[in-house]
């Protein structure tokens, strides 16, 4: 049996829909999985069982990585394809069953409208990450045994999405101090090399005895392995807020300029936190992602920590 998955090329859309595929898989365990995804989330897929390949998307001038993907599954009759990018390309594909998400998206968070496209409604399945051994190995070195861990990204792919530094740095003082959540933790901070700069803030105000610094260390398996090891994460609307849900930590995103009832963390250890303003007094016309600023200073470190409290006695009482 052949499988043809084609999933996004963003990493948090590409974890959102990796609960079908886990489904897929535990319904045909023996079948052949082909996947189809952009290269930032190629990696996320390299351990699925029973992997013959992945077709990377690099974005090509006219559509033409759309040809290309064709170019590299037409020899085929596949059993099932989910096409949950709705290319016209994946039509001529040969098929016995298929699945596609269309224009017109049914209501609820990103997870059920994934799930309803292959007849699931009411019982999505959750996004999953099949971590390698080899990245379990490397995140036991990186964050060793000891003190809990508190996981944060302050950063997001554009900048209006991002709490600013400050309010990290006020937020993990309470979160670790004595009468916080997680009193005297270490705090493992992540993000991408190029967002360094964005981060070094909170960074620099960790006391180098309690401070991970994975910042543009890793690749997304590896973060996906050390975000296990952590306690908790809190961070801005973005793939690593996606991913540590996946991982099943308890997870808090706050949200802005972003839609939570489409893209929070999802599961029973996944909460959200927005501004104050709603999402169509924040969003601005002619919005450019490029150049505008944070637009989360409606949403204090007060209303944050209050989350945070009651994620995590939500997590002790589902542990106890």
Known sequence: ??????????????????????RLIADHP?????????????ILFRNVPNLDRIVVLDKMLFSMHWVAMWGAVAGFIWDVIVDLRNTPMSYPLLAKRRYRLG??????HRVEQLAAVMGLDGQ???PKVWVSNEAQASAIALIPDGSPVLA????????AKTWRPG???????RLTAPGGILP??????FGRDDERPMALRVIDSIPEDRRIDLVGRLDLMDVGACLERATFYVGNDSGLMHLAAAVGIPTLGLFGPSLDELYAPWGPLGASVRADKSFNEIFPENFDHQDTD??????????????????????LEAAA
Do not use: Q
Not at 30 to 42: L, M, Q, S, V, Y
Not at 152 to 159: E, F, G, I, L, R
Not at 167 to 173: C, E, K
């Open 1 to 22: 049996m052949k499988i043809l998955f084609i999933t996004s090329t963003r990493v948090g859309d590409a974890i959102l829909s990796s609960g079908l595929l886990a």
């Open 30 to 42: 023996d079948a052949r999985i082909t996947i189809a995804c952009g290269p930032a989330a190629e």
């Open 103 to 108: 224009r017109k998206k049914p209501l609820g």
């Open 124 to 126: 999505p399945p959750a």
């Open 152 to 159: 944060t990204c302050p950063t997001a792919n554009w900048s």
């Open 167 to 173: 309010n990290f740095v006020d937020l993990i003082d």
């Open 184 to 189: 005297g933790a270490r705090i493992a901070v």
């Open 294 to 315: 944070s637009l989360m200073d409606s949403l204090t470190v007060d209303t944050v920590e209050k989350a945070a409290h009651d994620l995590w006695r939500c997590a």
